[in-house]
């Protein structure tokens, strides 16, 4: 390292080198949290019915079955809550398998409940 990038380096530093090591700690994930949050806001704000049916295919539905979940959550007003998610909630409400409550939603069972869980802005 050159002595002007060694003295760029310690400028830079400065308001770190007085910081215990829990500081630093708090510090990274507060600066991590800077970085990641504006991204899970754009993927709660804008997700697609593309982007839905490309989360349940790898949650293993198949493409027949992947389609009218996202339709039916995007008729209700569901799909920005994740489709993925809703099918999990459900099935956390059921007490059955993520399977089970997915394909339960694309025969068009159990819509109710599901907007019963996400009634009033529940997450």
């Given amino acids: 390292?050159?002595?002007?990038?060694r003295q760029s380096f310690e400028e830079r530093r400065a308001?770190?080198?007085t910081l215990s090591d829990d500081a630093l700690y708090d510090y990274f994930w507060e600066l991590t949290a800077k970085v990641v949050d504006p991204l899970l806001a754009l993927g709660r704000d804008f997700t697609t019915p593309a982007i839905e049916r490309s989360v349940l295919l790898r949650m293993g539905f198949s493409s027949l079955e992947a389609a009218p979940i996202v339709d039916g959550a995007l008729s209700r007003?569901?799909?920005?809550?994740?489709?993925g998610h809703v099918v999990w909630k459900l099935s956390q409400?059921?007490?059955?398998s993520i399977r089970e409550a997915g394909t339960a939603l694309a025969r068009g069972e159990h819509w109710d409940e599901a907007e019963r869980l996400f009634a009033g802005?529940?997450?």
């Fill in 121 to 123: 802005g529940a997450k």
């Fill in 15 to 17: 308001h770190l080198a």
């Fill in 1 to 5: 390292m050159s002595k002007k990038d």
């Fill in 77 to 83: 007003g569901l799909i920005g809550k994740g489709c």
């Fill in 93 to 96: 409400a059921l007490g059955v």
